[in-house]
Every structure is written in structure tokens, then in C-alpha cells.
């Protein structure tokens, strides 16, 4: 799935995608209650509203208002209706739960087109047609399995074992789940893995020490008392961390584990 951000070519930089539709309010009710997108704006006419998608905008208008936006557009507008073929577009979102995603969205108004299905480019996804006959897909990457650590026999039994790991496994890995965190994910290299932020804020660490997650206070504490748990070390010759602890590979295979 797309990540949340907005996406720029340094001339241009793409931030709204905007649907004509025919019934705004029914649009709205289905995008909320459907799909459980927040709205973030709606404009004093009653005929324009952006929807809360971080990065670039979903904003939906009346088609009444297609004359007036594009007064020149050759042979005019073609709205989209349930005996015409849908649009050669689809509206594609991550979702925690892609079982219960498109149930959801049925008990909305959506039609289902497709059930979740496993997509040989790596996603599940199911794909429904909104009330406004745009398609619509929701799933979640296939999760990536990363392999149980080697861990260094020197230093098995002193309580801060440090996992030789593949930091770009474990990029793959947090890409796997990001779209679905409640905070934008961004990562640049470092020291021979990566650093991780949540909304401009560090909060992993990816190195051959494992996965390691900056905590401090309950959250640390809670963390380190899980079964494999245990504080980070960047290297072998390296000090354990005081505020990293690196996740049990079990729990690398949990994206509910993850995301929460």
C-alpha cells in the first residue's frame, strides 16, 4: 500500500486526489462509517469535503459543480453510475484487519468485486465498489517471516544477548506494518542499519542487534520482562542500551503485536 506522505518531485508535489460524486452526504456516510475515515472538512455549500488521509488529501465534490471546475473539458463529464463499467482507477487502503475490512464496508453500501485474496505481488487485498461505483481495496502486505536470530554463544547466559539480524529484513519488516501505525514512518541509514521515526521523532533502531524499539519508564520495563526480549547492543563489542530493547523474533512475526 501507498505509504502516508506526500509525494513530491521537487517541481511538483501531489496532495489531492479529488471524486466527483453524486451524492455527497451518502458519500461521506460510506467513507466514515464504511471504511472508519475521520472527515476533516466540510465546506459551508454542502458540496465539497476532504476526508482526514494523511499525506495526500481524499476530497470528494458534487458533480453538479464538474461545469463550473472544468468549463472546457471536451465533450464534457461522464459520471460514474452501477450500469456503466467503473472507472480505470482504484482507491487503495491498509487495513488492521482485512478479514472484517470488507464486511465492513458491505454493511456501508459497498459491492463486493472480489474477497481478500493472496496477490502474487506480496499484498492480500479485496477489492469492493464504493456507492459512487469507484473501486475500492483494502488488505494488508503479506507479513514477511524473519528468520530466528543467531545469537553469538560468548555472550548466551548473560542476560543482553546481542542477534545477528539483517537490518534491511527488519526495514522490510516495519514496512510491512507502517501504513497501519497511527504516525507516519520514515528511516535513513545509519552505523550499518537504520534508524526509524515516528512523525519526525527516532523510535527504532535496525541493526544487527535485532529490532529495537526506544522506550522508557513502564514501557521499557514491560517490553524487557517479555519472554527473548532484551536491551539492545548495536555490535558485539558494544554496551547494552539503556533505552533500546530489542523485540523477540517471535514477536516480529505478529503484526497485530506490532501495529499495537
Known amino acids: 500500500m501507498a ?20 451524492d455527497l452526504d451518502e458519500t461521506l456516510d460510506f467513507y466514515r462509517d464504511g471504511l472508519g475515515l475521520r472527515i ?6 454542502g458540496r465539497y469535503a476532504e476526508l482526514d488521509t494523511p499525506g495526500v488529501t481524499l476530497a470528494f465534490t458534487e458533480e453538479s459543480l464538474a461545469d463550473g471546475v472544468l468549463p472546457h473539458l471536451p465533450g464534457g463529464f461522464r459520471p460514474n453510475r ?16 482485512p478479514h472484517a475490512a470488507p464486511a465492513r464496508a458491505m454493511a456501508a453500501g459497498a459491492v463486493l468485486v472480489e474477497p481478500l485474496t493472496a496477490k502474487p505481488w506480496g499484498q492480500h487485498v479485496a477489492y469492493v465498489r464504493d456507492p459512487n461505483e469507484y473501486w475500492s481495496r483494502s488488505g494488508r502486505r ?8 543467531q545469537m553469538n554463544p560468548a555472550l548466551e547466559g548473560a542476560g543482553e544477548v546481542c542477534a545477528e539480524a539483517n537490518p534491511r529484513a527488519l526495514r522490510a519488516r516495519l514496512d510491512d506494518v507502517a501504513d497501519a501505525l497511527p504516525f507516519h ?10 534508524i526509524g521515526y515516528a512523525d519526525g521523532a527516532v523510535f527504532v533502531s535496525l541493526s544487527r542487534g535485532g529490532f529495537g524499539v526506544k522506550l522508557t519508564g513502564p514501557d521499557h520495563a514491560e517490553l524487557l520482562a517479555r519472554a527473548g526480549a532484551t ?8 554496551p547494552p542500551s539503556k533505552t533500546y530493547v530489542t523485540i523477540p523474533a517471535a514477536d516480529l512475526d505478529d503484526d497485530d503485536y506490532l501495529i499495537a
Open 185 to 194: 514512518i520514515t528511516t535513513r541509514a545509519m552505523m550499518g542499519g537504520f
Open 142 to 149: 503479506s507479513i514477511r517471516r524473519i528468520p530466528r536470530c
Open 40 to 45: 476533516r472538512f466540510v465546506h459551508d455549500s
Open 82 to 97: 452501477a450500469d456503466s463499467p467503473p472507472p480505470g482507477l482504484d482507491l487503495a487502503f491498509s487495513a488492521r484487519d
Open 231 to 238: 536491551r539492545q547492543r548495536h555490535g558485539d563489542d558494544q
Open 3 to 22: 505509504r502516508s506522505t506526500v509525494a513530491s518531485s521537487g517541481f511538483l508535489t501531489f496532495t489531492y486526489t479529488v471524486i466527483y460524486v453524486r
